[in-house]
């Protein structure tokens, strides 16, 4: 009879993985950004960054993103995705905040950027490194 007997990279990883992770069901489940920015939580003092600056938004999705950058200061947003349905949503999404103006979402752009970020997004690229080829 043959026992499995975990190696000791095995069991390095799960030890890891406890300490970032509880396991429980609600770990993983964003609840950490329950009423708070994405941004602000992620990247701390990054809205300071933005103040007066061109931003562009690789893979915007819907424009939430998007829209609290032009809402804190960003001088011009870009969102850019490639599905024309969420640049749609993006668009309704700025207007309803009223930052139409300050926020454009197109399908790619050469306009110049002061910043440039991507949240959540390069998960959802099969080659990476294509996707930021200028």
Do not use: W
Not at 18 to 37: D, F, T
Not at 45 to 73: M, P, Q, W
Not at 79 to 90: H, K, N, S
Not at 109 to 118: C, D, H, M, P, R
């Amino acid at each position: 009879m043959i026992s499995r007997i975990p190696s000791l990279a095995h069991y390095a990883a799960r030890v890891a993985l406890k300490r970032i992770s509880s396991g429980a069901p609600s770990s993983c489940s964003g609840s950490v950004y329950q009423n708070k920015s994405k941004l602000a939580v992620q990247k701390g003092r990054f809205f300071t960054r933005i103040a007066e600056n061109v931003v562009v938004d690789f893979g915007c999705g819907e424009g939430s993103d998007a829209v609290e950058l032009a809402g804190k200061g960003a001088k011009r947003v870009i969102g850019v995705d490639i599905r024309e349905d969420v640049l749609e949503t993006a668009r309704q999404r700025a207007l309803g905040a009223g930052v139409q103006d300050t926020c454009v979402f197109a399908t790619s752009t050469n306009e110049l950027a002061g910043v440039v970020i991507s949240m959540d997004a390069f998960e959802h690229f099969a080659d990476r490194q294509q996707s930021c080829a200028s």
